[in-house]
């Protein structure tokens, strides 16, 4: 049974960081590529990063570029996401996914992390 698990959510004031991990289980985690993607109130799920199992290659929404960096470490099975000059609008709920193809839908998804910038 394959399983992600968000955490490092929380409440910041804007400017502040934070590091989001994932951890996985169920699969064999350093064939899959992993992602993020978040969640606003009353909108849509949207990609935010994601990095490649095959050689790290990294991708990332051009709304977050600079500020969010996606890093994975395969000896603990975990992806993780440094975000730094947090804005108000970057204010959603995080989630992680998985997928074995580099290119495709995901097949694996988290419950998600809250993240809050106050202003």
């Known amino acids: 049974q394959v399983q992600l698990v968000e955490s490092g959510g929380g409440l910041v004031q804007a400017g502040g960081s934070l590091r989001l991990s994932c951890a996985a289980s169920?699969?064999?985690?350093?064939?899959?590529?992993m992602g993020w993607f978040r969640q606003a109130p009353g909108k849509e799920r949207v990609f935010v990063a994601r990095i490649n199992w095959s050689d790290g290659t990294t991708y990332y929404a051009d709304s977050r570029k600079g500020r969010f960096t996606i890093s994975r470490d395969n000896a603990k099975n975990t992806v993780y996401l440094q975000m730094n000059s947090l804005k108000p609008d970057d204010t959603a709920v995080y989630y992680c996914?998985?997928?074995?193809?580099?290119?495709?839908?995901?097949?694996?998804w988290g419950q998600g992390t809250q993240v809050t910038v106050s202003s």
């Open positions: 169920g699969l064999t985690f350093s064939r899959y590529t």
């Open positions: 996914a998985a997928k074995r193809p580099i290119s495709g839908p995901w097949d694996y």
